[in-house]
């Protein structure tokens, strides 16, 4: 259960670091609104910030040995945007390859009781 809320985590925080979706902003109060004032963001730790990057790189970044390898085409955009994911944050080794193995196999965990669901349809 755990692992399942990791890569939730580990999902949005990639979907905003590539800019696929927004953080949701807080919407402020009435008495905020009355008053005038906005509300202060929440600052986020440089230690919450490390933490979670490492769950990042735990779950994604970590390089893979891919046996019985086929293709998968990416537009130029994405992929040079995972690219300079897995340049910037991964460790030596880190490569594209298992980068996106890593979260086609995190998707599909994810989502394997709806999908299961679905193909009865």
Same mark, same amino acid.
């Given at each position: 259960?755990?692992?399942k809320?990791?890569?939730? !985590?580990?999902?949005?925080?990639l979907?905003?670091? &590539?800019?696929? *979706?927004?953080?949701?902003? $807080? +919407?402020?109060?009435?008495?905020?609104?009355?008053?005038?004032?906005?509300? *202060?963001? @929440?600052?986020i730790s440089? @230690?919450m #910030?490390?933490?979670?990057? /490492?769950?990042? @790189?735990? !779950?994604? &970044?970590?390089? %893979?040995?891919? !046996?019985?390898? =086929?293709?998968v085409?990416?537009?130029?955009?994405?992929? +040079?945007r995972?690219?300079?994911?897995? #340049?910037?944050?991964?460790?030596?080794?880190?490569?594209?390859?298992?980068?996106? /193995? =890593?979260?086609?196999? %995190?998707? &599909? /965990?994810?989502? $394997?009781?709806?999908?299961?669901?679905?193909?009865? &349809?």
């Amino acid at each position: 259960m755990k692992e399942k809320d990791t890569n939730k !985590t580990d999902r949005a925080f990639l979907d905003v670091y &590539l800019g696929e *979706t927004r953080p949701q902003e $807080a +919407e402020p109060s009435e008495q905020a609104v009355h008053a005038g004032s906005a509300p *202060t963001p @929440k600052r986020i730790s440089t @230690k919450m #910030r490390r933490s979670t990057l /490492e769950a990042y @790189k735990r !779950t994604f &970044l970590v390089p %893979a040995k891919l !046996t019985d390898r =086929r293709a998968v085409y990416l537009s130029r955009a994405t992929q +040079e945007r995972a690219d300079f994911v897995v #340049r910037r944050l991964g460790d030596r080794g880190a490569n594209l390859s298992s980068f996106v /193995e =890593r979260i086609v196999r %995190a998707h &599909l /965990e994810d989502y $394997a009781e709806e999908i299961e669901e679905w193909r009865k &349809l």
